[in-house]
């Protein structure tokens, strides 16, 4: 079992960039896929991006390819959402998540950090 804690969230303005964490306890995070997901009140969960258990393989939703890196550090057991350029509608609360599934699906995640909000004003 892994335990995430997510940090890094905060007020910017758009067009500023943001790194969000993601530290893993418990268990190698290499021994997961793991997921950066966001939510906004009255809809559903978004999945953003996702990190392959090897860092070979990476996932981004099209709303934030090419602005979002998602990367891992295994010394730190930790991994990170690069945030850049961004924009008034990526204001949400953001999730990690760890999955040995590879479904992407957050339904097949099962284990998820607390959450960070991130707001960015226009």
């Known amino acids: 079992q892994v335990q995430l804690v997510e940090s890094g969230g905060g007020l910017v303005q758009a067009g500023d960039s943001l790194r969000l964490s993601c530290a893993a306890s418990?268990?190698?995070?290499?021994?997961?896929?793991a997921g950066w997901f966001r939510q906004v009140p009255g809809k559903e969960r978004e999945l953003v991006a996702v990190?392959?258990?090897?860092?070979?393989?990476?996932y981004y939703a099209d709303s934030v390819k090419g602005r979002f890196t998602i990367s891992g550090d295994n010394a730190k057991n930790t991994v990170y959402l690069q945030m850049n350029s961004l924009k008034s509608e990526d204001t949400a609360v953001y999730y990690c998540a760890a999955t040995v599934s590879n479904v992407l699906n957050p339904a097949h995640f099962d284990y998820w950090g607390q959450g960070t909000q991130v707001t960015v004003s226009s």
């Open positions: 418990g268990r190698s995070f290499s021994s997961y896929h």
């Open positions: 990190l392959s258990r090897t860092g070979s393989s990476t």
